[in-house]
């Protein structure tokens, strides 16, 4: 089985920074694109960034110049660094990984969440 376990939410002031972490875990045999997208109260998930097994990035514009996605192969896991918080990047944040198991075909797979505050 293979699972997705989110870590590094929690509360932060305006202005401050949070690193999300990812890992990956099970019976995998390969892992394409990571990412990271996010739900707030009341709104539809959305987009954060992605980031495809050959290093391909793409950001919502909300987050250019801000949010960093990467990812370590070695390891089965992606980041999103997050700079310069806004009270409005405060939501739920998902990381998602299309995966190819031993046992299983290719499947988008979530994570089950992390809050991140942003507040002073």
């Known amino acids: 089985q293979v699972q997705l376990v989110e870590s590094g939410g929690g509360l932060v002031q305006p202005g401050g920074s949070l690193r999300l972490s990812c890992a990956a875990s099970?019976?995998?045999?390969?892992?394409?694109?990571m990412g990271w997208y996010r739900q707030a109260p009341g709104k539809a998930r959305e987009l954060v960034a992605t980031i495809t097994k050959g290093g391909s990035r793409k950001y919502a514009d909300y987050g250019k110049g801000r949010f960093t996605i990467s990812r370590d192969g070695a390891k089965n896991t992606v980041y999103l660094q997050m700079n310069s918080l806004m009270p409005e990047d405060t939501a739920v944040y998902y990381c998602?990984?299309?995966?190819?198991?031993?046992?299983?075909?290719?499947?988008?797979?979530w994570g089950q969440g992390t809050q991140v505050t942003v507040s002073s």
């Open positions: 099970g019976s995998i045999f390969s892992i394409n694109t």
């Open positions: 998602n990984a299309e995966i190819r198991g031993y046992w299983s075909a290719r499947a988008v797979y």
